[in-house]
């Protein structure tokens, strides 16, 4: 069960994604994360690299590896895509998010859940205490969500906790900053932006004290003592989005974040 605050978050977090115009049809939700028309379409061209890359260098590699299906444990998994693409692919697949909400929280799943009877499963948790035993999943993936985080070091042991000897924790789709300083800045701007963005959600919105940002040294550091060594996958983005920072420069502005995919393999 959720604490108070991580309730009203999640009910303030599905009201601003509503008005935000990120409930889908179903004939959109099954076609994520290739949505190739609406004012989200250019967000997920960006997210399909990422889950392309995925695919193709983790989650079937790990396939071929084994003679059964692997459970998949997505972290942070909103409406439940990334859940049906490896139910789809014919593994077990567990989606755990806060929000329950038919937004594009677990209860926008449902097309998805029909489809895969017996391959998804949903539970309602925070990924600060995973109501699964230890090394439960096979494949831990970070949907867009490790930022959200507010202890890194505990979220980062949690997923180690229950991921199987000889599995890997995966993170798509985290903005990651090569400097300290360019996070920094990119989260006083959020703060002085907080309430153009969210009006009256303002002060629920930003209560969890999330770290909203991840460079290379903050996740080695927040790894000590799990054995665990990460690896940086980099992605190749549409080209808009590789000229941010030749943009950002030209602008004189702080450098982007990029996302790419990371792994750390469990031993």
Do not use: K
């Amino acid at each position: 069960m959720l604490d108070a605050t991580l309730s009203a978050f999640a009910e303030a977090y599905a009201q601003h994604r509503e008005a935000e115009g990120r409930r889908l049809s179903e004939a959109e939700l099954l076609a994520l994360p290739w949505l190739r028309e609406g004012p989200q379409a250019g967000q997920w061209a960006v997210r399909a690299r990422t889950f392309e890359a995925f695919a193709a260098r983790v989650l079937e590699p790990m396939a071929r590896g084994v003679s059964r299906p692997l459970t998949v444990l997505d972290l942070g998994a909103g409406n439940g895509w990334l859940a049906y693409r490896v139910a789809s692919a014919g593994h077990r697949a567990i989606a755990l998010d806060i929000r329950a909400d038919d937004v594009d929280g677990l209860g926008a799943a449902d097309p998805f859940v029909a489809r895969r009877p017996g391959s998804i499963e949903r539970l309602v948790a925070s990924f600060d205490a995973i109501p699964l035993a230890d090394g439960a999943s096979d494949l831990t993936v970070f949907n867009a969500a490790l930022h959200y985080a507010a202890d890194l070091s505990a979220v980062l042991a949690e997923a180690h906790r229950v991921t199987a000897a000889g599995g890997m924790i995966a993170i798509l789709d985290s903005p990651f900053y090569r400097r300290e300083s360019d996070g920094e800045a990119m989260v006083a701007e959020r703060r002085v932006r907080a309430q153009d963005w969210f009006g009256e959600r303002a002060a629920v919105l930003t209560s969890l004290g999330s770290i909203e940002y991840l460079t290379a040294a903050r996740l080695r550091a927040a790894s000590r003592g799990l054995a665990i060594a990460w690896r940086r996958h980099r992605v190749c983005y549409p080209l808009a989005y590789e000229l941010r920072p030749l943009v950002a420069a030209l602008r004189g502005r702080r450098r982007p974040s990029r996302f790419d995919l990371w792994t750390a393999a469990v031993r």
